[in-house]
């Protein structure tokens, strides 16, 4: 029954509730104040940032490869911009200081939203079915379970990743209400933690440690983490797994070519879902990337709206 509503949601199923997730913020002027504004005109440089969904101090490493790839194919100057939080990447990429930042399904419909022109323009070969895992301290007893394990969790400790998260929030949010017909505030009996820095790595650790019982992680970093070493899945097994979702985007602000020369955007999207480079797809922890656009999104947008996430 979940993943027949969530299937409805990532297809647009939600009748008639959105049209395009790029049509609703204002454009102000080129200055790059206030909501929408432009990508910084005459910037001589391509100035990407990106949500911390893992610990900042590791973002920088990870994107140098991106940047000499993308500055070597597209002949100009790229720099890669620390945001500190998910709040702040949208913040920053609406006032125009960044040009392009990766996203989550969530983050970029806020982003999308506040800049009227703004495309979506890739995704990982996984994010068009991404998914979350709820993970458990090893010392509850609790094993993977085929359905929500609503009894078994209620009356433990429990933590959401970043409040702006899709995949540690508010997907998880969702099949918690869908689940249980409540709010995940209602429904556990402890108050809900999050995990305000640090992002899916944070809520991992947190739960391995036993600082926290339950929890909620993307499932591509919880893979990862156990693939190189740095998280025990026996501390901390995976009890449940959601259905499939849209998540991560990669977003530009949509008058680049007025900056960087006609058809810039279209050579940018070519350049990236061409790489193979796999140095350079560490960036985004992913193997591939593939073409997305703003209608992809549709369906975490009727999500957020529907948990009162979003106006």
Known sequence: MLKNITIGLISCGIAGLLVGCGDKGTETDDAGTGNGGSAGAGSQALVITAIPDEKVSDQEARFQALKSYLAE????????????????????????????????????????????????IA?????????????????TGLSKSEEFPAEAIKDLTFTFGSPSSTSGRLMPEYF??????????????????????GGHVATAEAVEAGSVQ??????????????????????????????????????????????????????????LVECEDKEVLKAFNRDKLILAKNEDFAGIEAVAKELGLMR
Do not use: C
């Not at 597209?74 to 125009?96: T, W």
């Not at 995704?123 to 010392?139: C, E, T």
């Not at 899945?233 to 530009?252: G, M, R």
């Open 176 to 197: 918690i209400k869908q689940s249980t017909g409540k709010s995940a505030a209602d429904f556990f009996s402890k108050e809900v933690q999050f995990q305000k820095s």
């Open 73 to 120: 194919k597209l002949d100009i100057k790229v720099e890669f911009s620390i945001s500190k939080d998910y709040a702040a990447s949208v913040q920053r990429f609406a006032n125009g200081e960044v040009h392009m930042a990766w996203f989550g399904g969530f983050t970029g419909v806020q982003a999308r939203e506040r800049v009227k022109t703004a495309r979506a």
């Open 214 to 271: 339950v929890g909620a992680i993307n499932f591509k970093t919880y893979d990862s983490m156990v693939a190189e070493g740095k998280l025990d899945p026996e501390k901390a097994p995976i009890i449940w797994v959601t259905p499939d979702y849209a998540d991560y985007n990669l977003t530009v602000h949509g008058d680049l070519d007025k900056h960087f020369g006609e058809g810039f955007i279209d050579k940018l999207q070519k350049v």
């Open 123 to 139: 995704q990982g070969n996984l994010d068009p079915q991404f998914k979350s895992y709820f993970i458990a301290n090893a010392s």
